[in-house]
């Protein structure tokens, strides 16, 4: 019952202009691929993973937000949700500077993490999510 819902979330989803409402939809897209690497046996670490916010990391302000981390096996996979009203806008979502930002800061968990995390890789990769689509990208950068 609870993938009707889901499902249902991303027919009525709308661009909005509202910050409360683009917040709303950007958790629900973030849900949405969560359960979608779940399914494919990704386990989800984090989720609005903020840099310096929470778990001591340290990263920097200029490090900006990891949508999702997750690990499958011995990779640390970092990924970002893109959702979009088009096919053609999805396309060019994740701008080079962003890619840049999301390297580095997946760079510094990586450090932190493969010693004692049994972790051996790092992957980014990007759910992009339109009207009645959904695609995992891995490796995407």
């Known amino acids: 019952m609870k993938h009707k819902r889901i499902l249902s979330d991303i027919v009525r989803g709308q661009e909005t202009n509202d910050p409360r409402g683009r917040f709303r939809k950007g958790t ?34 200029g490090l900006g937000e990891i949508d999702l981390l997750v690990r ?3 990779t640390l996979v970092v990924v970002e949700v ?11 979502a994740l701008h080079p ?10 760079e510094v968990l990586f450090a932190r993490m ?10 980014f990769d990007v ?3 339109t009207p009645f689509s959904i695609r995992h990208l891995e490796n995407a950068f």
């Open 28 to 61: 629900r897209g973030e849900r949405i691929a969560a359960l979608l690497l779940m399914c494919k046996g990704y386990r989800i670490l984090a989720r609005r993973l903020r840099a310096g916010g929470g778990l001591g990391w340290g990263m920097g302000s």
């Open 72 to 74: 499958r096996g011995t």
């Open 82 to 92: 893109k959702w979009r009203g088009d096919r053609e806008g999805v396309a060019y």
């Open 97 to 106: 500077k962003q890619q840049r930002r999301l390297r580095r800061a997946g």
């Open 114 to 123: 493969a010693g004692g995390w049994g972790v051996e890789m790092l992957r």
């Open 127 to 129: 759910v992009f999510i």
